[in-house]
């Protein structure tokens, strides 16, 4: 693997990416040194070293870097793809965040550019755990994402975290069926060894020996965590009589395994394997004396002991499965890298090949969530109603509704789509899933004009939304409805619960979260529609609060809506001050102009109305 010398890289963190996000000091790497300094200057340095700037953000599972590239070559991509430069980054990365673990170079096993079309690459990266990390991936020219995992248990959102939980649950307590649809969901969507080691072990219990040597072969991913799959598969090979591959798995196990208190029972089954393998061997070869000697017309050797031998525990050659097995994985694998067209063709190929294969059903289901994530929803329908009229009880029944009700929502398609939400939550009311069943049902019942049942699922939706940040996006979207439908007051309600959100955790990076933003530069706006001049001033004070020491750039509007609420309450004194702000700091601002022209109508108000207060009291007294 090459090596880059000679380049220093100027990292500026800054807050362009979307999630939850930490502001960093300015950092500078000097690849020669292997070293991360801190930038006190926080100031970017003209220099015509200077390839790339970076971009940091923090979220719940990864961390995300952009790079932009300046005026570099798209071919550089293949310079950047470097195991040195990919543990820099990881360790600059963790050094920021609370993980606080660092990696030395062998953590990289071999990195390489994949082609995707004729402007477009990505870079794999293949650590020392056996796990892919999709690390480099190029949006467009010039512009690189990095999603940077600890390990793979990093890459399992909290979401999906729940989901095994609750799988180990169910599996406790002998309820399969519950804990192979957790554990599915966690390990499809999730991409966790841990849901995939759980699922292969319920499908060797329940004998469905194909799918559950393509769940093991997905846990032993993480094989210094999940070794004990070896010894699973080498049972499978065992019972479908491939002796010489159960030998290999538990060679596999004696080589890889930490906890060393089953090497001797594992040995002793090793050796009962090898005298199988060693006495068919040699029975064999008797066999083919008898063949001889059958053929010359002659006495032969035990003949019966042999066949009945050979006959009882004779290799399999192969296991039926074996191919489509070998297709599921290589899809799967292109899914994972969000390689869909690859992956359309290995499961197009999968179901051409071998229809009445047990893995035709996880085709279907691969197809339908592929096609539902490029959008392409009359396929996902498509593939995800082929297997459910092909087995409305499938073992993915949950996942099946659950993406013929959305794809039919996206259809306009909307009897239908009520048909399978309604279904998904009659036979999973426990699903979480439910929460956005009811919010699709909510969506539908508006655009069907059915306003008491569209709040009566809205109402669902707020009961079993699962997380604070869904709940700000709900309560984004009946602030919208509300405010489109002309009730201000509705939609003041539902934007100040998201206000009351952001006060009530004080984090300051969450200001920059879409819908809280939104929130509180709306909310102060809805109230002067409303007229309650009192209530907006204190949402735009708290506005200037917010973004006056680092962002006051965002701040024209408000301080000109400041002024108006003054001139408003006839407080002109303080109206003159918020109108000169913005003459004195927005000068290309929009609101420039007319923060002029209101200053010159508060400057002629203050000089006219004493005169015709004066008026007033002279004709009053003049009776």
């Not at 606080?100 to 293949?126: A, N």
């Not at 010039?142 to 979401?159: E, M, Q, W």
Request: proline share 3%; hydrophobic share 40%.
């Amino acid at each position: 693997m090459r090596k880059i010398t000679g380049l220093i890289f100027f990292l500026h963190f800054s807050i362009a990416i979307l999630g939850q996000i930490d502001i960093i000091d300015t950092l500078s790497v000097d690849t020669n040194r292997d070293s991360i300094r801190k930038d006190t200057t926080k100031k970017y340095i003209d220099t015509s070293n200077v390839i790339f700037k970076i971009y940091l953000g923090f979220h719940n599972t990864k961390t995300r870097v952009v790079i932009q590239l300046s005026d570099s070559p798209l071919y550089d991509i293949k310079k950047i793809a470097d195991d040195k430069l990919v543990v820099m980054l990881y360790n600059t990365v963790m050094g920021q965040s609370e993980l606080k673990k660092e990696v030395e170079l062998p953590f990289v096993r071999s990195v390489y550019v994949e082609e995707i079309g004729k402007r477009h690459s990505q870079v794999i990266i293949l650590t020392d755990t056996n796990f892919v990390y999709k690390v480099f991936t190029l949006l467009r020219p010039y512009r690189l994402v990095i999603d940077i995992y600890p390990d793979s248990v990093a890459n399992i959102t909290n979401k999906y975290r729940n989901y095994i939980e609750l799988g180990k649950k169910y599996f406790r307590e002998k309820n399969y069926e519950e804990a192979l649809k957790n554990f599915r969901i966690a390990a499809i969507e999730g991409n966790s060894t841990e849901a995939y080691y759980y699922a292969g072990i319920i499908r060797f219990e329940k004998k469905d020996y194909p799918k559950a040597i393509y769940n093991f072969s997905q846990a032993l991913k993480d094989e210094k965590k999940f070794y004990d799959s070896y010894i699973y598969l080498s049972q499978i090979s065992e019972d479908t009589k491939d002796f010489n591959k159960a030998i290999e798995y538990l060679d596999l196990y004696l080589r890889i395994a930490a906890d060393t208190s089953k090497f001797p029972e594992i040995r002793k089954k090793r050796q009962y394997l090898q005298d199988i393998v060693d006495k068919i061997i040699k029975l064999d070869s008797i066999k083919a004396v008898n063949d001889s000697l059958r053929a010359k017309g002659k006495p032969q050797i035990d003949s019966a002991e042999v066949d009945s031998f050979l006959k009882a525990y004779g290799i399999k050659e192969d296991l039926k499965e074996q191919e489509p097995l070998k297709l599921f994985i290589w899809a799967k694998e292109y899914y994972d890298r969000d390689d869909y067209e690859r992956a359309v063709k290995v499961l197009y190929s999968l179901i051409k090949l071998f229809p009445d294969s047990k893995f035709v059903e996880d085709s279907y289901l691969l197809l339908a969530k592929i096609y539902f994530k490029l959008m392409l929803y009359p396929q996902a329908s498509k593939y995800a109603q082929l297997l459910y009229d092909v087995n409305p009880n499938t073992e993915f029944l949950d996942e099946i509704l659950f993406i013929l009700g959305k794809a039919y929502y996206y259809l306009g398609k909307y009897d239908d789509a009520i048909k399978y939400l309604r279904l998904f939550i009659q036979k999973f009311p426990d699903d979480k899933n439910c929460y956005w069943a009811h919010l699709f049902l909510a969506r539908i019942y508006e655009k069907k004009n059915k306003p008491i049942i569209r709040d009566e699922e809205y109402d669902y939706a707020l009961k079993l939304v699962p997380d604070e940040f869904s709940l700000i996006k709900l309560y984004r979207e009946l602030a919208d409805l509300y405010k489109g439908k002309n009730k201000l007051g509705k939609s003041i309600y539902y934007i100040k619960k998201i206000v009351e959100i952001f006060e009530s955790k004080k984090e300051p990076q969450m200001l920059f979260h879409t819908d809280i933003n939104y929130a509180i530069f709306t909310l102060p706006d809805l109230l002067f529609q409303n007229e309650q001049y009192d209530s907006a001033l204190v949402y735009y004070k708290k506005l200037e609060e917010y973004f006056l020491r680092e962002y006051p750039e965002k701040l024209d509007w408000v301080m000109f809506q400041i002024g108006n609420i003054y001139k408003i309450k006839k407080d002109y004194k303080n109206a003159i001050v918020y109108y000169n702000r913005v003459l004195e700091n927005y000068k290309n601002s929009i609101w420039y102009n007319h923060a002029q022209f209101e200053l010159d109508n508060v400057k002629w108000l203050m000089e006219i109305e004493p005169k015709i207060e004066e008026l007033k009291k002279k004709k009053m007294q003049d009776g």
